[in-house]
């Protein structure tokens, strides 16, 4: 059963430790209540290094970490814009990277998580803008891949993030029209909707943090997005909690200290000027703060937790599609 979207539009705070007061709107009428101000934590600052390189330059894969530490890259996009079905394993300290396995077809703009002993993929986009509904799963361990299942409706573009035993698909393209679902997926269940975004939105950047999923910039159908956004699984509430510096898309996530972060990214929907920051969103109070800066300008790459670091690999720079592998950790 679908459940009712909650929608708190929330004054965007710019310094950490803020509180303030969420309005929620829902079935019943609209309630008012205070948010109490977290506690303070120190300040993050990221640093990064160059740990290796991928075994040839690549693009928009989907990606997702292994119980090992190691990162798994699948499908992309290569030097020539075509899409691959390589899939990749790359080391937990991002030193190394080789080849090992294929998906049934080659395909990009998917995205991936990992539940158990095995990595699923969800959607994606194919030669001749072909747009997938599949879920494919990925057996690390003998590089087998085999579809397990059907999305709602094709969808390329997506961000995805597991928690609490649920992958969710956060909005996407099917080809015609800017999706504005959050769907969750369990292995053995039918995918359902559980909430929707006020606006449909592309090229997301998505995690998990703090208990919620954390959702920033994208593509709308008008422009490129400012908004970060909260969803709440146990209770199917979507929130609005801060805006970014600049609108932002094309961007990679994931989760450093408890903290999101945001990596790289595009100032444009299309082709045009790319960001080398790395943005932290805190998850309760929605504060954005910049925490470290990347070697040079970066969109469309893989970004995994791994070893209580964060892997960041391949991806399109000023210069064209990369290979390399960096590894940001939080500074002393």
Not at 188 to 197: C, E, F, H, S
Not at 227 to 244: H, K, Q
Request: net charge positive.
């Amino acid at each position: 059963m679908r459940k009712a979207l909650v929608l708190v539009v929330a004054t965007a705070s710019i310094l950490p430790g803020c509180g303030g007061a969420s309005t929620s709107t829902t079935a019943g009428g609209t309630a008012t209540s205070a948010v109490a101000s977290p506690a303070p934590r120190p300040r993050l600052r990221v640093d990064v290094t160059e740990a290796g390189r991928l075994p040839a330059p690549l693009e928009d894969p989907a990606a997702a970490g292994l119980s090992g530490g190691e990162v798994l890259l699948l499908g992309g996009l290569d030097v020539s814009d075509r899409s691959v079905a390589t899939i990749v394993t790359v080391t937990g300290d991002g030193s190394g990277a080789h080849r090992s396995g294929t998906l049934p077809a080659a395909q990009h703009d998917a995205q991936a998580a990992r539940l158990g002993r095995y990595v699923y993929v969800f959607g994606g986009g194919g030669a001749a803008n072909q747009t997938y509904d599949h879920i494919i799963r990925v057996d690390a361990a003998n590089g087998s891949a085999a579809p397990v299942g059907r999305l709602p409706r094709p969808a390329s573009d997506v961000a995805v993030a597991g928690l609490g035993g649920h992958v969710y698909v956060v909005g996407g393209y099917d080809g015609s029209a800017w999706l504005d679902a959050i769907t969750a997926w369990r292995p053995g269940a039918q995918p359902r909707v559980v909430a929707r975004l006020p606006v449909g939105l592309r090229y997301a950047a998505v995690a998990a943090a703090g208990g919620r999923l954390i959702i920033a910039g994208g593509t709308t159908s008008s422009g490129v997005s400012d908004s970060v956004f909260s969803f709440d699984p146990a209770g199917g509430v979507v929130t609005r909690i801060g805006r970014l510096p600049r609108a932002l898309t094309h961007a990679a996530a994931a989760t450093l200290d408890g903290r999101m972060l945001v990596i790289g990214g595009r100032y444009q929907a299309g082709l045009g000027p790319r960001s080398a920051f790395i943005l932290a969103i805190n998850p309760r109070s929605g504060s954005v703060r910049r925490v470290g800066t990347l070697p040079k300008p970066l969109s469309d790459a893989a970004a995994v937790a791994s070893g209580g670091a964060v892997i960041v690999a391949g991806g399109a720079g000023p210069t064209g599609v990369e290979a390399r592998i960096l590894r940001l950790s939080a500074g002393g």
